[in-house]
């Protein structure tokens, strides 16, 4: 009886620890993502200095801008959460 009640126990707790590391590993993959899309605005932003048209330049350049921004504005939205 107070082995059933112990593993019952254990088993919520287990859950619950597994449900947390699975919003944890989210996180940490969200934010492994939002470095990947810096480097490639700064990438875009590179490879822009090589071009020889303008309108490469300028298209390149804006391509970088547009992803370094929207990955501001997604990162902001991102779940912050402080440990204690």
């Known amino acids: 009886m107070k082995a059933s009640a112990d593993a019952e126990q254990l088993e919520t707790t287990a859950a619950a620890d597994s449900e947390q590391s699975k ?9 492994r993502l939002a470095v990947v899309l810096f480097a490639s605005a700064l990438f875009f932003a590179g490879i822009s200095s090589k071009l020889e ?6 298209a390149i350049l804006s391509l970088g801008c547009f992803l370094f921004v929207a990955t501001v504005i997604w990162l902001a939205t991102l779940p912050i959460q402080l440990t204690t």
């Open 23 to 31: 919003e944890a590993n989210q996180r940490a993959d969200n934010y």
């Open 53 to 58: 048209t303008l309108g490469a330049r300028t």
